[in-house]
Each structure stands twice: as structure tokens, then as C-alpha cells.
């Protein structure tokens, strides 16, 4: 039985799609319908720098006859349209090379129900408008301006709200919507070539659990403020504390390396890693795509498989690859139901909520603990190597002097070996909950660090 949030028009749609493709000559088909609003403010110097609004439904088609498969995609939802999209979708198809892993799934494996009230994805109030949206930027830019030595600030609101609907001809289909709420504010002080920025920023699906603007625009001058009178660090082997604002990133290199689209292609260091230890014990990687109030929850993946929650490491070693159908019938395993697609192209495997367990020491104790290294808050540029898993990548923060912060730092490279590296890290506990990555501040003994 269908269940949804979104309009009904749009599984009308989504329905209408796949049943012309069936016509046409598919096979197998899905169609995908997405239909949304989005509303940003941005401001600048007081001035209102930008007024943004975009709205539209987009169609996107997946056909399949013989072992082959096409994707088409459109933004024009007229009857006609929908045929022609289809006919174009069977023709492609014909003519694409055979690839024995596409395919739906079978009726056996589909989700048959869910709660979508449970997972809290829309907020029901009003959606702001431009008035409402325009007024809490200029409060973030006058937050931040407060701060005495902040000569600028430029800050924006954002609202969208998003349904998306799939229907299968293997008998799945389902819909749901969510919607999301964003502020943020980058503040600037110094001159010259001493002149520092730094950024705060929140999301929510619920407008009501947003901080106010006095908060977010006070962190970020803050942040920018004590970026002042930044030097390059000692070349050397220190420890490094990522901080939590950056230690996602770390985690994110492992989830890609564990992606099955990598392993089919062999091109991931942790390819011969299943079933052995790739973070200390102790520490376990939790994906829950039905985390409550949470921005990446879904209640099925775009193939129409349930979702549940899954260990991908536990007690630090490797459990589980992160696969959709394709890549799972390549290696010869069970999708792991993390299907995700966009209208212009076939599923492909992605990540939902993710968290990393824990630790029971806060930051300032891991500084304590580090004695003499870099903390960073920020990162430009990468040289990853994704098979090997060679890391290096430029870094910011702040010098640490006997367990406590000295002075800003920047201009510096931080390298190591991400099998390494991964292995040996020691988490805070200051993860912040509303995040779909969970990750609390990292760190890491002995990396190599370039600066003077």
C-alpha cells in the first residue's frame, strides 16, 4: 500500500512515466518524479545581495529490455512529453551495451511499509517567506558585525521543501517529502594580507530547532577573530586534533574507500580490508536511515528496499560494504538497500546517518593530552590517493603549547596514510547530534606536518 507525504499528483506522474515506458516497449521500467521549492536570502554589506527562488518538478526514467537500460530525464510534464520521453528511453536502450548486473528488484525483496510520520521529515508550520527569511539574515550580519574588530559580515537564510515520488513496475511504489531550513554567516576582520574570515553556519528540518542568530553570528566573528595573526606551524611529527567541524572529512574518506562502486572497480585502499580492523577497537560505524528528525532519513532506498540500521564497523573491524543492486550483483553479495539516484541517472550506492561511537573525553581533555601539536579547524585542498590511501591536504587551527591553545596557525600541509591514520584515532565526545555525520573531534598521534 502506497504511503506518502508528497501530492498525489506527483505519484500520479511518476505512475504515468512508468506505464509509458511499458508501452513504449520497456521491459522493466522506474520513473522517478522530484517537485520542490527553494527560497534564499543573502546579504551583504547591509545590502540585500541576492533574493533567490526556484520551483519545478523534475521526471527521470530508467528502462530496461534485455540486459540493457537507459535514463532519460525532463522538466516538462505535459502528456506529450511523457510519451516522447519514453519512446526515447526504449530507443536508447536498444542500442546500449549489455550490462548483466541492471536491474530492478525483485517483488520479494521491496519494502511494504513504513512510518513516515515517525521519521519527522517535513515540518508542518508555515513555509517563512522572502520578509521572514531577508529579516534573520540581517540579524546574523548584525550578530556578527557586534563583535568589536568585525569589519564585514555576509549571511543567508535558505527554506526548501521537497517531495519525491517512485514507482516501479515491480509492483513498488512510495513517496515522501522533507523539508529544510539553513542559516548561515561568514564575518571578516583584519586588512590586507592580514585580513581573516571564518563561517558559522545551521540546518534543521524544523525551523523551531534552528539557534537564534545571536548565537550563530557571535561563533562565527568569534571564529574569525581569533584566526587573527595567524603563522606557519614547525615542520615536524606532532599530533593533530582534528576538530569536530573537520573530522567528518576523515570518516567520509572511509566510508568512500568501503563504497561498492570503488570496490567493484578495485580502485579503494580498503578493498582486501572485510573482516579486518580499520579503527580501534572499541569503536563502531552505525548507519540508521530512519533516524528521527534527521536530514538524510529516508523510509526506502531509491530501488524500493527497506532501510533499516546496519553496522558498517564494528569494534573497529570492517563488517559491511555499502552496495545497491548493481554493484551488490558484481561482487556477488546482497544489496546493503543503500540505493540513491537523482532523475538523470541509475542508482548508485550512498550513505544515509552515520555515526561514529563516541568518546568519553572532551576536547580540551584530548588537547591536554596532545601536549605539543596542531588543532584544526579548517582544510583547502586535497592529494588523497583513493588506492592507496596517501593523504595530504593543506590545514589551519591553532598551535598547542602544554595542552592548551597558543596561537592561530595556517599555510601548513598535514600527510599520513589514511589505513594508518584511521587505526590510531581517539574521539571527543562533542558530536554534534543533528548532523546526518555524526563525528565527534579526532585525534590523531604522530602525523607529518609542513609549515616553516
Known amino acids: 500500500m502506497l504511503q506518502t507525504d508528497a501530492p498525489p499528483a506527483l505519484t500520479d506522474l511518476a505512475d504515468a512515466l512508468m506505464q509509458a515506458a511499458l508501452k513504449a516497449g520497456a521491459e522493466a521500467a522506474d520513473a522517478m518524479a522530484v517537485s520542490g521549492t527553494a527560497l534564499s536570502i543573502d546579504i551583504r554589506q547591509g545590502r540585500l545581495e541576492q533574493a533567490e527562488r526556484a520551483e519545478g518538478t523534475d521526471l527521470g526514467l530508467r528502462v530496461l529490455i534485455g540486459g540493457r537500460q537507459a535514463c532519460v530525464s525532463a522538466s516538462d510534464t505535459a502528456p506529450a512529453t511523457l510519451t516522447a520521453l519514453a519512446e526515447r528511453a526504449v530507443a536508447m536502450a536498444r542500442e546500449a551495451p549489455e550490462d548483466p548486473t541492471a536491474g530492478l528488484a525483485d517483488p520479494d525483496q521491496l519494502a511494504r511499509g513504513w512510518d513516515l510520520a515517525a521519521l519527522q521529515l517535513e515540518d508542518p508550520t508555515e513555509d517563512p517567506g522572502a520578509a521572514a527569511l531577508e529579516a534573520e539574515a540581517r540579524a546574523l550580519e548584525a550578530a556578527a558585525l557586534a563583535e568589536a574588530g568585525i569589519t564585514q559580515a555576509e549571511a543567508s537564510a535558505v527554506f526548501s521543501r521537497r517531495a519525491i515520488a517512485i514507482c516501479q513496475s515491480n509492483g513498488f511504489a512510495g513517496a515522501y517529502g522533507r523539508t529544510s531550513q539553513s542559516r548561515s554567516v561568514t564575518a571578516f576582520c583584519g586588512s590586507g594580507t592580514g585580513m581573516e574570515r571564518d563561517y558559522a553556519g545551521e540546518g534543521r528540518i524544523f525551523g523551531a530547532d534552528l539557534p537564534n542568530a545571536a548565537e550563530i553570528g557571535h561563533l562565527a566573528a568569534t571564529r574569525a577573530l581569533g584566526r587573527l595573526g595567524a603563522v606557519k606551524p614547525p615542520t615536524g611529527r606532532f599530533p593533530v586534533l582534528f576538530d569536530e567541524r573537520v573530522a567528518g572529512s576523515l570518516i567520509g574518506h572511509l566510508l568512500?574507500?568501503?563504497?561498492?562502486?570503488?570496490?567493484?572497480?578495485?580502485?579503494?585502499?580498503?578493498?582486501?580490508?572485510?573482516?579486518?580492523?580499520?579503527?580501534?577497537?572499541?569503536?563502531?560505524?552505525?548507519?540508521?536511515?530512519?533516524?528521527?528528525?534527521?536530514?538524510?532519513?529516508?523510509?526506502?532506498?531509491?530501488?524500493?528496499?527497506?532501510?533499516?540500521?546496519?553496522?558498517?564497523?564494528?569494534?573497529?573491524?570492517?563488517?559491511?560494504?555499502?552496495?545497491?543492486?548493481?554493484?551488490?550483483?558484481?561482487?556477488?553479495?546482497?544489496?546493503?538497500?543503500?540505493?540513491?539516484?537523482?532523475?538523470?541517472?541509475?542508482?548508485?550506492?550512498?550513505?544515509?546517518?552515520?555515526?561514529?561511537?563516541?568518546?568519553?573525553?572532551?576536547?580540551?581533555?584530548?588537547?591536554?593530552?596532545?601536549?605539543?601539536?596542531?588543532?584544526?579547524?579548517?582544510?583547502?585542498?586535497?592529494?588523497?590517493?583513493?588506492?592507496?590511501?596517501?593523504?595530504?591536504?593543506?590545514?589551519?587551527?591553532?598551535?598547542?603549547?602544554?595542552?592548551?591553545?597558543?596561537?592561530?596557525?595556517?599555510?601548513?600541509?598535514?600527510?599520513?596514510?589514511?589505513?594508518?591514520?584511521?587505526?590510531?584515532?581517539i574521539p571527543a565526545n562533542d558530536a554534534r547530534p543533528h548532523l546526518s555525520l555524526r563525528v565527534p573531534s579526532l585525534l590523531i598521534d604522530g602525523m607529518t606536518l609542513a609549515g616553516a
Open 256 to 425: 568512500s574507500a568501503i563504497n561498492g562502486s570503488a570496490i567493484a572497480r578495485g580502485a579503494s585502499w580498503a578493498r582486501g580490508l572485510m573482516g579486518q580492523a580499520v579503527l580501534p577497537a572499541g569503536l563502531s560505524l552505525i548507519e540508521d536511515p530512519l533516524r528521527v528528525r534527521s536530514p538524510a532519513s529516508r523510509p526506502f532506498d531509491a530501488e524500493g528496499l527497506p532501510c533499516r540500521a546496519k553496522a558498517l564497523v564494528e569494534d573497529g573491524v570492517l563488517q559491511s560494504w555499502v552496495l545497491d543492486l548493481a554493484t551488490a550483483r558484481k561482487l556477488g553479495l546482497a544489496s546493503t538497500g543503500n540505493a540513491a539516484r537523482g532523475p538523470s541517472a541509475p542508482p548508485s550506492p550512498g550513505l544515509t546517518n552515520v555515526e561514529l561511537t563516541p568518546g568519553q573525553a572532551s576536547r580540551a581533555d584530548l588537547l591536554a593530552q596532545m601536549g605539543t601539536g596542531l588543532l584544526v579547524t579548517s582544510m583547502i585542498g586535497s592529494t588523497i590517493n583513493p588506492t592507496t590511501g596517501d593523504y595530504s591536504r593543506g590545514a589551519a587551527g591553532f598551535w598547542v603549547e602544554g595542552g592548551k591553545i597558543s596561537h592561530p596557525v595556517n599555510e601548513c600541509t598535514i600527510a599520513g596514510n589514511l589505513r594508518d591514520m584511521l587505526r590510531a584515532i
